[in-house]
């Protein structure tokens, strides 16, 4: 799917100050404004934060979003011999959107030069005040995990070991991909049944339902599903294959991969 969103691409230079990158569903994810020198050494230097929220808002029509400095939140800054970057975590009606980051990069004089990453515009009002109690959202996670398989509780030391006590649940807006892709509040539920299992939930927090479960803890070889940051340093969950430490982008769960006829990493079929 990665690899369809890099050839769905289109590069579109404006007629003015800005090179954009549009991913298929047509939003910029990239944008690249050409300053002139000559004027940037005459920039009133500004804090980085102020710089950056101008940025956005200079770029607001081109990103199709009205109030961009209600819509992002400033996570971290990062400032080296390029500039300044800054990652901003996308919010919509102050609760945080599950994977939607943004950089937004300064020049040597403080300027907004470039922006990049992922964010949404979502096409119906959310209701952002949850129907479903948090604690019914874990119950129902819990439920989920013990119709699945036998556990039993973790160790003092266990529970040391893997930095967990009980699960852990927060409101957020997800990507639902189930029939029609929508937007939908959901509870992010992390819950560490076993020292082999880091499960990581997302209910519904209005119907309850689950929408998506996995396991980020990779432990024996086979097919993983895992969490990365992509090279704009946006977080990814994609399908890999692990081998001792090694995960590759071979995508095991899909109904074509032949098992039987598969020598993996190097030789897989299908």
Known sequence: KTLQHIHAFTFIPDKKLHNILHAEEGHPV???????????????????HTACYDYLNELGPLLNIKKVTEGFVIHRTKTDNNGTHIRL???YKGVPVYGAEVVVHLNSFGEGEAFNGRYIIPQEEIDVVPSVEM??????????????????PLTSFERQLVQYHEPEATLCVYEDKSLVKSHVLAYHVIYSPSIHKRLEYFVDAHTGNVLRQF????????????????????????????????????????????????????????
């Open 135 to 152: 604690q019914a959202a874990i119950n129902k996670v819990k439920a989920d995990v013990a119709g699945r398989t036998s556990l039993r």
């Open 89 to 91: 975590q996308q919010n």
């Open 30 to 48: 990239f944008i690249e404004t050409n300053r002139d020198e000559a004027s940037s050494r005459v920039f009133i230097r500004k804090d980085a």
């Open 215 to 270: 396991n980020t803890v990779c432990f024996v070889d086979g097919p993983k599903t895992t969490t990365a940051n992509d090279l704009n340093g946006v977080a990814r969950t994609i399908h890999t294959y692990q081998v001792g430490a090694n995960y590759y982008m071979l995508d095991a769960s899909r109904s074509m991969f032949d098992a039987a006829a598969s020598v993996l990493p190097d030789d897989p079929v299908g």
